[in-house]
């Protein structure tokens, strides 16, 4: 299985240089100087009739523009090329728009409409839209090159971009804290199967704007399959960024495993795996758990690992409510990273929009030794063959956002979890053969509730011998703390699971674990 993203600080050079201040982009904002194609019909039914026709023909690879020329550009020319803002689009809009330019790490050009109603006109590409100040770059070499992709730009005089879409079908937003970290994508095709994986990309964007709601309509394009997108992105007022999609779905081939609403993240080490501690900040992740909301109302936490090989974990479910991979621990001091801000990355929620019926959220966790790698993958696998012709078509929500949304107040959810030796500390000698795990739960019931002892820990284990389970609560916090002590023999993976109780009322959410001894 080939890699997710194979150096993503690299890849994301531009998104980085992206949070410059405005005037990185043009010393002086002047008149929109950006030029456009004749108009021409669009809707989304035309945009669907163009990918169902296309998923019927062989599938025809991006060319390569100027490839000799675009290796050289690497990180470092990609940091010192610049967009020039007085070509961009909406110059006197809410937001305004600008484009990337092609580098050795996005070297596939993307085609770029602006929007007017139902009439759409093509961005027309030229060098003159960019600064290549110390970059080195003859402009005369890159005519005809195309866009990368493009961003979404914050109003004058806050700095930086909110919204970017740039590689494959790779698309994210900088989240409450304007800080960029997990991402998501059009579709995930035989992620972590015995075929390799396949990376379709959106080769062609429609781009308008209606106030506050920015509007992205795509065509998706692979060997196996072809597809119609719209999404409609809007910020509230605290930052959190929500996008309705849309998708209509032509399959050129037989698909093994099809991942709808694929999200993308970054796991090395938490709180949880201390032994895979070897850089000195204390945890480094983009994402520390998955996050689950059934179809019958469950909610789940389950904590990422970095496996000692590539794991797949399916989660059954009917119709579910929603999944995302969530930063739950936003503290600085728990990081101590005040470059890559880990504290400040969003998580992103998916909520489904009518029925999806039977299958499985799927989460894929892939071994690596450094913070450079996408290593982490979730989305929804439904039930049923996928055969060439077929043709599937799905709404839903993403929520770029700190918490998921909607979290229910009437259960406790899990703040951390922490390994550890079993038995008693300071005893000697202490049992080899066990390990201690610790959850902390905090909110709902558990929030004004008074210290008692008759909470109960309900734990399961997929083998092994659970003893010594307890729950406390944390003097001088509103946390709560669950803990026992695992027996094992052998180094087979086991699954843990674990929820609060008081009598009959169940009080936290249910926390799920994979554990490698």
Known sequence: MAMLVTDRRLLLAALSASLLPQRALSAVAQPSAIRLGPARPFTFDLLAARAKKSATQPYKAPPQRAAAVIKDIDYDAAQKIRFRAEHGLWPNGTYAGAFFHLSRYSSEPVLLHALEGDQAREILYGPDYFDYGAAGLDPRQLAGLGFAGFRVMESAPTPGDWLAFQGASYFRTSGQDRQYGISARGIAINTAAATAEEFPRFSEFWLGARGAVITVYALLDGP???????????????????????????????????????????????????????????EIHDSDGLAIWTGKGERIWRPLVNPPGVQTNSFLDNNPKGFGLMQRDRDFVDYQDDSAHYHKRPGLWVEPKGNWGAGAVQLVEIPTEDETHDNIVAYWRPDGDISAGDTRSFDYRLYWQNNEPAFPKTIARVVATRLGRGGIPGANPWPRDKQKFVVDFTGGPLSQMPVRFDVTPVVTASRGKVSDAFVLKVTGTDRWRAGFDLQLDGNAPVDLRLFLRLGNRTLSETWLYQHFP
């Open 224 to 282: 196996s399959i072809t597809g119609a997108y719209k999404f409609d992105a809007m910020k509230d007022k605290n930052g959190a960024v929500t996008m309705n999609a849309h998708c209509r779905l032509f399959f050129r081939a037989d698909i093994s495993r099809l991942g709808v609403a694929p999200l993308t993240s970054m796991y090395w080490y938490g709180e949880n795996e201390r032994r895979k501690a070897a850089d000195w900040r204390p």
